[in-house]
């Protein structure tokens, strides 16, 4: 069946630092691909999503390429902040199926 | 804020007792879903429902059970759980039922059971 494995945590890094939270996924077919972030205290929010193959999604000074050709969609942004501190959570979905998601990869970062 | 509210965001219930969460969204959504956020596991989606219909139950056991009175409300009534239930129930909404769709959450009820 389809799955989603992340990097385990918690990932610490310092500020300004680069950082690289890996995802990949089994599924059949073209699955639609996304990160989710919860902040302390907070549900999930979407942070960014790409649908179809080389699709970049992007937001906020993180980026994700859909690779087919590796089945991996990892989390990527060139300089953290302590305000980025929280949980990403990877997820994906096909038509007719609800959202899978990962374990949840825990982000600290200290200034 | 996400326009879905949960009541309320704790919760301490012993074995025998009966309590209900409640999950509120004014969004114009159709869908609305009730999700379990365990530590170190995945998050496991409980129910769905789209226009007041449930259509989706994976597998959750009979203690638990939802209730959609309308499009805007969605509660999950507990009774007799177990220790092992101690987790944070997040409720979603989306715009339809259609699972490319942005779910937007809740920040939860963390319940603990004694």
């Known amino acids: 069946g389809n799955s989603v494995t992340q990097m385990e945590g918690p990932v610490t890094l310092s500020e300004e630092a680069f950082l690289t939270i890996n995802c990949t996924y089994t599924a059949t077919g073209y699955p639609s691909l996304f990160w989710y972030v919860q902040y302390p205290g907070e549900g999930l929010q979407l942070l960014l999503k790409a649908t179809k193959a080389d699709d970049k999604g992007s937001n906020k000074g993180f980026e994700a390429t859909y690779r087919k050709e590796t089945t991996s969609f990892h989390l990527e942004k060139g300089s953290v902040q302590v305000s980025d501190s929280a949980v990403y959570f990877c997820a994906l979905n096909q038509a007719g199926t609800a959202l899978i998601f990962g374990k949840g990869t825990t982000l600290s970062v200290s200034s | 804020e996400t326009g879905v509210t949960q009541t309320p965001r704790h919760l301490v219930m012993g074995m025998t007792n009966k309590k209900s969460l409640k999950c509120e969204q004014h969004l114009g959504h159709n869908a609305m879903y009730w999700y379990k956020q365990s530590a170190k596991k995945p998050l496991e989606l409980m129910f769905v429902?789209?226009?007041?219909?449930?259509?989706e139950n994976n597998s959750v056991p009979s203690r638990f059970s939802p209730e959609c009175p309308n499009s805007s409300h969605l509660f999950l009534h507990l009774h007799t759980l177990q220790p092992e239930d101690s987790a944070l129930y997040l409720c979603?909404?989306?715009?339809?039922?259609?699972?490319?769709?942005?779910?937007?959450f809740g920040s939860g009820t963390q319940l603990s059971v004694l």
């Open positions: 429902y789209s226009l007041e219909e449930r259509v």
């Open positions: 979603a909404s989306s715009l339809r039922r259609d699972y490319d769709e942005k779910l937007f």
